[in-house]
């Protein structure tokens, strides 16, 4: 299974300034990080004979994080084109999950946490500003949500709550690399 990690880039001045308080508040210019599916067909970009209008290129398949934005609380599965709002902003690591075994897992994690989705864990967030935590084991936040999954698929090691830039220099250093959707 083909799947991409994006991770979220902060920028100062936007207006989004929980993004820019996760990006400090964890040193990582990476504010949320997601799961990148590609649709049935395997795609993660509509192509041009798959267009009426040639210009209609958009994002194909689902996301899965865990969020707090507009009417999302918790764990999700999102439309790629209703996350992916400025190319710019995101960059990716694409994996291959190749053992069945480690696809189902990481699948099953992510849709049983969907659907049995209890919000976003805010208290979570207190890990990376605080000495004390006590972490909150029915939410998570996106890149706990993310990690773990990727630990099922027997891309990384070590379960628990990362940052994005956490989770981004733990693919780094097993070899991925990094990838800019702005220049697709």
């Known amino acids: 299974m083909r799947l991409r990690v994006l991770f979220y880039k902060s920028k100062w001045g936007d207006g989004h300034w929980i993004d820019n308080i996760i990006s400090l508040w964890t040193r990582s210019e990476y504010s949320h990080v997601e799961m990148w599916l590609p649709d049935d067909m395997g795609f993660f970009f509509r192509v041009a004979s798959q267009c009426v209008d040639l210009a209609d290129t958009g994002h194909r398949g689902t996301c899965w994080t865990s969020t707090m934005r507009g009417d999302d609380n918790g764990t999700v599965s999102r439309d790629a084109s209703g996350v992916i709002k400025d190319s710019k902003r995101w960059e990716y690591i694409e994996v291959e999950i190749t053992g069945e075994d480690e696809t189902?897992?990481?699948?099953?994690?992510?849709?049983?946490?969907?659907?049995?989705?209890?919000?976003?864990?805010?208290?979570?967030?207190?890990?990376?500003?605080?000495?004390?935590?006590?972490?909150?084991?029915?939410?998570?936040?996106?890149?706990?949500?993310?990690?773990?999954?990727?630990?099922?698929?027997?891309?990384?090691?070590?379960?628990?709550?990362?940052?994005?830039?956490?989770?981004?220099?733990?693919?780094?250093?097993?070899?991925?690399?990094?990838?800019?959707?702005?220049?697709?």
């Not at 099953?108 to 049995?116: I, P, T």
């Not at 605080?130 to 706990?144: A, G, K, L, M």
């Not at 949500?145 to 940052?163: E, H, K």
Request: glycine fraction near 8%; aromatic fraction near 12%; proline fraction near 4%.
């Open 104 to 184: 189902n897992y990481l699948m099953n994690y992510m849709q049983r946490k969907v659907a049995h989705n209890k919000g976003y864990s805010k208290w979570d967030l207190m890990k990376f500003v605080s000495p004390v935590h006590f972490p909150d084991n029915d939410r998570q936040i996106c890149s706990e949500f993310c990690n773990d999954a990727l630990v099922l698929g027997g891309v990384v090691d070590g379960l628990g709550i990362v940052s994005p830039g956490q989770l981004f220099k733990k693919l780094t250093e097993k070899g991925y690399k990094k990838e800019s959707l702005a220049i697709i």
